[in-house]
């Protein structure tokens, strides 16, 4: 149980144009979700934070206008990048929570590098 | 949430135990131990986790000092497939807190 799965695995786009990345929980429901950014060799950082049916908190430094988040039900959240640069080029990694034994439990998906050419 | 600290990389013989240690030093009464760990270019894996007594499961051993100030994740018998990056996180168990990732230790498991 716990599986988190991330559409697409991998996508190339073309600066400018708008990239959307799914998260979803196929087992279980999510009250939250969570949108990382790895860049290469670098740890995961946390870009916002998303609550089934409530606007996305995001991160110092992370801009809300072009990094939007939707969280329409509890099983899914979604990425939208727009009007992507190069320099958005990175692995996004989104994980869900779920209350498990007394303690929120987060489960990660496998991820979606992304190309900007 | 407490800052960790990590070893930036280890080796250990395939077969042997892999010992990752982990110094917490600032860790408050309700925050747990997470491990998780990262294979190349996947996304974390959940290992386990512990607040002040040593757990087991499948997969791993976590050993806590009596102080809490440190800890060591035990993979009992490495396998070339553990070749990965560990992050030791602290987290408060109040609400749904995020996970804050520092930068780990690269396990490489030499054949």
């Known amino acids: 149980g716990a599986v988190v799965s991330q559409h697409p695995s991998w996508v190339i786009c073309k600066s400018g144009t708008s990239v959307k990345i799914e998260c979803r929980s196929l087992?279980?429901?999510?009250?939250?979700m969570f949108w990382y950014r790895q860049f290469p060799k670098q740890s995961l950082m946390l870009m916002a934070t998303?609550?089934?049916?409530?606007?996305?908190?995001?991160e110092q430094g992370v801009e809300k206008d072009k990094f939007l988040i939707n969280h329409a039900s509890l099983t899914l959240s979604t990425l939208t990048v727009t009007s992507a640069h190069p320099e958005d080029s990175s692995f996004y990694i989104c994980?869900?929570?779920?209350?498990?034994?007394?303690?929120?439990?987060?489960?990660f998906g496998p991820g979606t590098r992304l190309t900007v050419t | 949430d407490a800052k960790t600290t990590q070893p930036t990389s280890m080796d250990c013989a395939e077969g042997r135990a892999a010992n990752l240690p982990c110094n917490h030093s600032?860790?408050?009464?309700?925050?747990?131990v997470y491990w998780y760990r990262q294979i190349h270019s996947q996304g974390p894996q959940y290992i386990i986790h512990?607040?002040?007594n040593n757990e087991t499961n499948e997969m791993a051993s976590l050993i806590i000092t009596e102080d809490r100030k440190s800890s060591t994740l035990i993979l009992p018998h490495a396998t070339l497939r553990d070749t990965a990056v560990y992050y030791c996180?602290?987290?408060?168990?109040?609400?749904?807190?995020?996970?804050?990732f520092g930068t780990g230790t690269r396990l490489t498991i030499i054949p």
């Open positions: 994980s869900a929570s779920r209350l498990g034994r007394g303690l929120y439990e987060q489960y």
């Open positions: 087992d279980f429901q999510a009250t939250t």
């Open positions: 998303s609550n089934e049916g409530s606007k996305a908190t995001y």
């Open positions: 600032t860790i408050s009464g309700n925050e747990y």
């Open positions: 512990g607040l002040k």
């Open positions: 996180i602290v987290r408060a168990n109040f609400g749904n807190e995020k996970l804050t």
